[in-house]
T-cell receptor
């Protein structure tokens, strides 16, 4: 089955700096890669996603890049703000039975 | 994601009790899911349903049961056979596939006393 590894597990940055979170996956058939943000005690919320026919996608301060050859994808947050502090999860897979989440990255943005 | 609700928000269970967690959605989604989240870990799939009256086991189904009698509802029962049920439980729904955008409910925090 699919195996998704996410790094780092914790990340601390200064307000205004950029943050990068990386995920790798094992199944070359995976074709959908969403990123979720979860604040403490709240539900995960989709912040951006990318499909395998696209190499990069950007939405304001958030971008995701996908390298299918190397089987990794990354979340980039620029000009970080304290409200970006949360746990971020990546996921990868296809269909119903080959879809898995990473273990999460706790991002702390220091004012 | 405001169209998917879970209740209760907090639930306490004595050992040996079965408890049922509610999940309702008004998004007209065919597919619904239950995930378990433990501290410092990602989401693990318990059960999922692609259509009414049909559901399938996920990766950690032992000690849990579900039903899907209505499109809008997908309750999860945590049975006494689940040895370590203390966790945060999240319900989600999507149009048809797990690779459609999944919308999550607010979660239920279950604690065993």
């Amino acid at each position: 089955g699919e195996n998704v590894e996410q790094h780092p597990s914790t990340l601390s940055v200064q307000e205004g700096d950029s943050a990068v979170i990386k995920c790798t996956y094992s199944d070359s058939a995976s074709n959908y890669f969403p990123w979720y943000k979860q604040e403490l005690g709240k539900r995960p919320q989709l912040i951006i996603d990318i499909r395998s026919n696209v190499g990069e996608k950007k939405d304001q301060r958030i971008a995701v890049t996908l390298n299918k050859t190397a089987k990794h994808f990354s979340l980039h947050i620029t000009e970080t703000q304290p409200e970006d502090s949360a746990v971020y999860f990546c996921a990868a897979g296809y269909g119903f039975n080959k879809f898995y989440f990473g273990s999460g990255t706790k991002l702390n943005v220091k004012p | 994601d405001g169209g998917i609700t879970q209740s209760p928000k907090y639930l306490f269970r004595k050992e040996g009790q079965n408890v049922t967690l509610s999940c309702e959605q008004n998004l007209n989604h065919d597919a619904m899911y239950w995930y378990r989240q433990d501290p410092g870990q990602g989401l693990r799939l318990i059960y999922y349903s692609q259509i009414v009256n049909d559901f399938q086991k996920g990766d950690i189904a032992e000690g849990y049961s579900v039903s899907r009698e209505k499109k809008e509802s997908f309750p999860l029962t945590v049975t006494s056979a689940q040895k370590n049920p203390t966790a945060f439980y999240l319900c989600a729904s999507s149009m048809r596939q797990r690779t459609d955008t999944q919308y999550f409910g607010p979660g239920t925090r279950l604690t065993v006393l």
